[in-house]
């Protein structure tokens, strides 16, 4: 079946603009998360949905950062006013509700420039 | 304070031997530990998850061990092939399906 995609895989921007990055969860995936990656690091965990609701965003950076699941499906991660800081690997994630598992996507590479 | 610790430097070995990488992690009580395989430029790809009473855990060429004590997991790739070439990343539970992320340890296999 299809895994979870992520889209665009690139995205070059210029400091100060907006983006939007979107994720599809694998089908019937209630839980949906988000987790920044730099170069030579893990992946950092930034926000949690379980359904249309965040569960937990404590991993947010700042205000600047702002995620939706509007339909407990289809999410999409917002920056606002991008930094070169922000440059980073995106990826999101999908589990099962109860389960443990999570399904990474292909990533987003985001460069601020 | 919390750490994951992963050995930072590659771990170069030969093909056909057992590659062993190791994580450590300080003040955290998680129910259990998952390892990944990352790939340049993809995303994570779920390997195997262990459980805080479990020892043991095995998955064709794979094994990992949890040892809550010692507050380790050990990953063992058997007979390994230069296929196995990537980065492996333990992530620990901290509850709430939240995901903490060691650095990662990049294994390269030469045939």
């Known amino acids: 079946g299809a895994g979870v995609s992520q889209t665009p895989s690139n995205k070059v921007t210029e400091k100060g603009k907006y983006v939007e990055l979107r994720c599809d969860p694998i089908s019937g995936h209630t839980a949906l998360y988000w987790y920044r990656q730099s170069l030579g690091q893990g992946p950092e965990f930034l926000i949690y949905f379980q359904g249309t609701g965040a569960a937990d965003d404590s991993g947010l950076p700042n205000d600047r950062f702002f995620a939706v699941r509007p339909e407990g499906s289809v999410s999409t991660l917002k920056i606002q006013r991008t930094e070169r800081g922000d440059s980073a690997m995106y990826l999101c994630?999908?589990?099962?509700?109860?389960?443990?598992?999570?399904?990474f996507g292909p990533g987003t590479r985001l460069t601020v420039l | 304070s919390q750490k994951i610790e992963q050995n930072s430097e590659a771990l170069n070995i030969q093909e056909g031997k057992t590659a062993t990488l190791t994580c450590n992690y300080t003040?955290?009580?998680?129910?259990?530990l998952q390892w990944y395989r990352q790939d340049p430029g993809r995303g994570p790809v779920f390997l195997l998850l262990?459980?805080?009473?479990?020892k043991e855990k095995r998955k064709e060429r794979l094994k990992v061990t949890f040892d809550t004590t010692l507050k380790q997991s050990l990953f063992h790739i058997t007979a390994s092939q230069p296929a196995d070439s990537a980065t492996y990343l333990c992530?620990?539970?901290?509850?709430?399906?939240?995901?903490?992320f060691g650095t990662g340890t990049r294994l390269l296999v030469s045939p």
């Open positions: 992530a620990l539970d901290v509850g709430f399906q939240k995901l903490v």
């Open positions: 994630a999908s589990s099962l509700a109860s389960a443990d598992t999570q399904y």
């Open positions: 003040n955290y009580s998680p129910a259990y």
């Open positions: 262990i459980r805080e009473n479990e």
